[in-house]
Nanobody, 114 residues
Framework: VQLQASGGGLVQAGGSLRLSCAAS????????MSWYRQASGKQRELVAT???????NYVDSVKGRFTISRDNAKNTMYLQMKDLKPEDTAVYYC?????????WGQGTQVTVSS
């Protein structure tokens, strides 16, 4: 399975973006799909998680601003981001996991100007 992340770009603070992570195969079989981000000079950080059970979780800094979702029919995961802040600037990566298997997308750059 290959994951293709897209939707990043340059946006002003307070703006919105929607990231997409398109999979080459069915995403239904993945127990967990997540978005991570890595800012320049920092470690990769888990941003949001979506489980097949419907469970979702977010890092505190994005709660109330970001929403993770999956469209199993389109084999695509999304991250809707609103009220973006300069500290959200990072390369965003998607990840898909099921026991014994882990896949990463190539990353998409999000830059938020103040």
């Amino acid at each position: 399975v290959q994951l293709q992340a897209s939707g990043g770009g340059l946006v002003q603070a307070g703006g919105s973006l929607r990231l997409s992570c398109a999979a080459s195969g069915s995403i239904f079989r993945f127990n967990v799909m997540s978005w991570y981000r890595q800012a320049s000079g920092k470690q990769r950080e888990l941003v949001a998680t979506s489980a097949n059970s419907g469970y979702t979780n977010y890092v505190d800094s994005v709660k109330g601003r970001f929403t993770i979702s999956r469209d199993n029919a389109k084999n695509t995961m999304y991250l809707q981001m609103k009220d973006l802040k300069p500290e959200d600037t990072a390369v965003y990566y998607c990840r898909a996991f099921r026991p014994g298997y882990e896949y990463w997308g190539q990353g998409t750059q999000v830059t938020v100007s103040s």
